[in-house]
């Protein structure tokens, strides 16, 4: 998930880099667009791989998505301060070498089958995310003709896109087993069987991650010796905005903040229950319906284009409100479903959710003047959302007996909240903002 920028960059090529040609420093840029993606869509798989693996509930493996999305919340922040005093080509490394040790601490992890080993090494990449979303936003769009600035990020943005189907794709084939047994199997062996197949399980996470921590340092490398454009920050007139709660008093950025909460931890709720659910409610095999994960990648990606050429039609808040109650329709036919059509609603889910992030974030800091800055602030640590509502979800599959349609009602909730938005909350209070 790219965390959004919300206005124009505040920083400038520096003058006296001349008319330099900025593809290559562009190029390496979109990559880490890429590599991101690939963690996060990367996780989806990782979810019921590591809860066979290391014998967890549904509610224990959701604590991934707590690992990684707990570090946003706290690294937001830090990461921001980072940027301002490293720069952009330092804080890139640093944000890439805290993501490739993550991902050498999945070797021991799986070696000790240590379930609070991978956690760590989770929330680690989780940190070398944030550091890199938060630089890498900003400086693609900087980098080459402002008045391009917008399409350059939204060329970016698409590869993050295009991970959503390629990770699932990679992680179903190099990742999952296909070889599963009920609790029943499990007890039935012998010690020595059950630790061997355990212990293989938990070492097929090795190889990817492994491969994936060479490729982030090989970049971090290609990032140092590069010549990168230089950059200085645009002088400001003082804010007169409010302080960092007091932005909260605009009931739409308030509403803003509740919906970008739930809608992110439906969307989290959806891919990381999105294997479990098409083998219980479709009856299929778990490597089939990693492939069915990829599809959903691509209509996620589809869904991006189509909503685009649509809000030139349609305006963003009535955009979003189809586009809520079509998501909570396809909830009802997961609950409720059966066979091809659980299949079907969880694929209309990536398309239907695919606008919803920037469209939540562009309405909640529409008219926020000073208090855009601090605004935007308070929409991306409402991310968090992401660590939270999944565990809520694996709670409730616990308590009804390992049932995972009946688990899907929590994004179908999250997704009323995201509808209210679009009907009534996204409105500015005129009043407050002619005070």
Known sequence: MAIA??????????????????????ILVTCLFFLWGMAHNLDSILIPHLKKACQLNNRQSTLVDTAVFLAYFLMAIPAGVLLKRLGYKVSIIVGLVTFA??????????????????????????????????????????LGDPAKSTQRLNLAASFNGLAAMVAPIIGTNLILSGKEYSEQALAAMSETARNAYLTQEAAAVKMPY??????????????????????????????????????LKHKHLLWGVIAQFFYVGAQVCVTSFFIRM????????????????????????????????????????KLLSIYAVA?????????????????????GLGFFMSIMF?????????????????????????????????YIMGTVIDMQGDATQAGYVVPLVCFVVVLYFGLSGYKINKNMQHA
């Open 101 to 142: 040790a993550g991902a050498f601490l999945f070797l021991p992890a799986a070696s000790a089958r240590s379930y609070g080993l991978f956690l760590l090494a989770l929330f680690i990449i989780g940190c070398g995310l944030t550091i890199l979303e938060t630089t890498a936003n900003p400086y693609a769009a900087i």
């Open 278 to 317: 098409a083998k219980q409610g479709a009856s299929v095999d778990e490597k089939t319906a990693g492939y069915y994960l990829g599809v959903y990648g691509l209509l996620f990606m589809a869904g991006r284009f189509v909503g685009t050429a649509l809000l030139k039609y349609v305006s963003s808040q």
């Open 358 to 390: 920037p469209t939540i974030f562009s309405l909640g800091i529409a008219g926020l003047g000073d208090d855009t800055k601090p605004g935007s602030s308070w929409l991306v640590m409402s991310i968090v959302g992401g660590a939270i509502i999944p």
């Open 210 to 247: 492994f491969v994936l921590g060479c490729i982030l340092l090989l970049v971090a490398v290609l990032f140092y010796f590069i010549s990168l454009p230089e950059v200085k920050a645009e002088e400001q007139e003082p804010s007169q905005g409010g302080g960092f709660f007091a932005v």
């Open 5 to 26: 920028t919300n206005s124009a960059p505040t920083a400038t090529i520096a003058e006296g880099t001349g008319r330099r040609n900025y593809t290559f420093p562009f």
């Open 327 to 347: 998501a909570i329709l396809l909830c009802a036919v997961a609950v409720f479903g059966d066979g091809a059509y659980v299949i079907y609603a969880l694929g």
